[in-house]
Nanobody, 121 residues
Framework: QVQLVESGGGLVQAGDSLSLSCAAS????????MGWFRQAPGKEREFIGA????????RYADSVKGRFAISRDNAKNTVYLRMNSLKFEDTGVYYC??????????????WGQGTQVTVSS
């Protein structure tokens, strides 16, 4: 079965950097657009960014543009989220997701279980 497993979350201070990973299995990773989402306590899940199958295209939410970067390694079936200049409002559970659509992403087919990121102010 398809599994997406996020890792790398933790407790950091405002201004710090953190990198998350999402390891995929059970699917042909290079055929999926990959996205990152987060959900803060009491809020709806929000889109952070996405990267195309080849990694050529990406897009980001305005709230993270210039601070976060998504990359992928198709040989390792892994997508990454590099987060710089973290803010308190970046706190939340971070999820990766896989979309079988070609670019741009439309509807995500699979989701990971999430990893907690907590930014202390």
């Amino acid at each position: 079965q398809v599994q997406l497993v996020e890792s790398g979350g933790g407790l950091v201070q405002a201004g710090d950097s953190l990198s998350l990973s999402c390891a995929a299995s059970g699917l042909t990773f290079s055929r999926y657009t990959m996205g990152w989402f987060r959900q803060a306590p009491g809020k709806e899940r929000e889109f952070i960014g996405a990267i195309s199958r080849s990694g050529v295209y990406s897009r980001y939410a305005d709230s993270v543009k210039g601070r976060f970067a998504i990359s992928r390694d198709n040989a390792k079936n892994t997508v990454y989220l590099r987060m710089n200049s973290l803010k308190f409002e970046d706190t939340g559970v971070y999820y990766c997701a896989a979309d079988s659509s070609t670019w741009p992403p439309r509807s995500y087919d699979y989701w990971g279980q999430g990893t907690q990121v907590t930014v202390s102010s």
